[in-house]
């Protein structure tokens, strides 16, 4: 009797069940994962070389993918404008200087504020935000898919679009936030309105009285870090899916030699176990790491 028979084949060594899928075998192995898991932080943090998060995200990418959901459903495409980029820049770096995740800060500055600190004087302006994706596609995916953010993305108010992409630290852990904004400039002939319509994920429209904010310090962005080979929800994915499998795979060769020996068990759920089992593996697979608010 070999060591691979007794813990991953039904034997009598193991009461005709593979040592793994006993209760001490699983606890171990739930056990293993929670602490590799815990290791990620720390490692990400010490080795951000190997193991970090790096903005891989162009915004002009994010414009261009944008602007092809609105041309497929018959829209004009958005301009890309500097003063709406420079208020997404501030917008993102305020959220990590102020460690939030929202639409308004801790404090209660608004979204506009930031749109009207850059200059841009609007009459329709709309946000959506995004967080730990690693391609321009999935954030514009999620985006399209939420019916809130689709209303922003796909409204016909808009004329201009600003896009800013920053990595830092939220709430302890190192990620990337994107920041869209969307607007429509006033005409030259009108002037400020403190009726004008904004629109956070389209909401109703609000009073425009001005707001104390803080002045907002950009964070600064620096291309000399080199780009870490891997981030810790790929790794963290990676081992659930192998781990899954192995499970998975070990419990259909019990379900399997059990029956073709004919071994009868005081009880066996195997079957219910695979189904189990089956949906986690598949929800890691399609588990994604990405939030947009």
Known sequence: ??????????????????????????????????????????????????????SQIPPEEIVQLTNVKRQADGLSVLRLDSQLSSAALAKASDMFARDYWAHVSPIGTQPWFFITQSGYSYR??????AR?????????????NSPTHRENLLSSKYQDIGVAVIDGQLGGQETTLVVQLFG?????????????SFTVLAAAPVDLSPTPAPVVSPVP?????????TNPFSVSKAISIVILAIILIVLIMDIVIVA?????????????????LGTLFIAALFMLRGQIL
């Open 1 to 54: 009797m070999s060591l691979f028979e007794h813990l991953f084949l039904p034997h009598e060594s193991n009461n005709h069940r593979a040592r793994m899928l006993h209760p001490t075998g699983l606890l171990l192995i739930l056990t293993s994962f929670i602490g590799l898991q815990l290791l990620l932080q720390p490692v990400s943090q010490r080795l951000p070389f190997i193991l970090g998060y790096a």
């Open 124 to 129: 329709y302006a709309g946000e959506n935000l």
């Open 132 to 144: 730990d994706f690693s391609d321009p596609q999935s954030i514009v995916n999620a985006w399209i």
């Open 184 to 196: 429509t400039k006033l005409s030259s002939a009108q002037a400020v309105s403190q009726t004008s």
């Open 221 to 229: 962005i620096t291309t000399s870090t080199p780009v870490p080979l």
């Open 260 to 276: 073709r020996r004919r071994i009868a068990r005081w009880t066996s759920k195997s079957f219910a176990h695979l189904i189990f």
